[in-house]
């Protein structure tokens, strides 16, 4: 059973930055890609970062140049650096993995619980 676990949530000013980590329970290798997705009170969720299984990275157009996803295989860990964080990044932040099954070709996704990001003065 797959099970993702995100941390570093917190209440920030508007211009800081804060780190959000995805402990995953096996090889982040396993997974096609890993992303980090938010959804604001009252809004959809919306995708904020991918890192693909090569490595390469997308991210949402309100984030580029402030944000940088990553990982860490040796631990496992996805991370999204947050910088310049304004107050309409305020949103549960969640952790998301999937990989493609062989046979079938369908997509799986797994998803962590959650952590609050709230950027305020």
């Known amino acids: 059973q797959v099970q993702l676990v995100e941390s570093g949530g917190g209440l920030v000013q508007p211009g800081g930055s804060l780190r959000l980590s995805c402990a995953t329970s096996?090889?982040?290798?396993?997974?096609?890609?890993m992303g980090w997705y938010r959804q604001a009170p009252g809004k959809e969720r919306e995708l904020v970062a991918t890192i693909t299984r090569s490595s390469s990275t997308d991210y949402a157009d309100s984030v580029k140049g402030r944000f940088t996803i990553s990982r860490d295989s040796a631990k496992n860990t996805m991370y999204l650096q947050m910088n310049s964080l304004k107050p309409e990044d305020t949103a549960v932040y969640y952790c998301?993995?999937?990989?493609?099954?062989?046979?079938?070709?369908?997509?799986?996704?797994?998803w962590g619980q959650g952590t609050q990001v709230t950027v305020s003065s």
């Open positions: 096996g090889s982040i290798f396993s997974f096609n890609a």
């Open positions: 998301n993995a999937y990989l493609i099954t062989p046979l079938s070709k369908t997509r799986r996704d797994y």
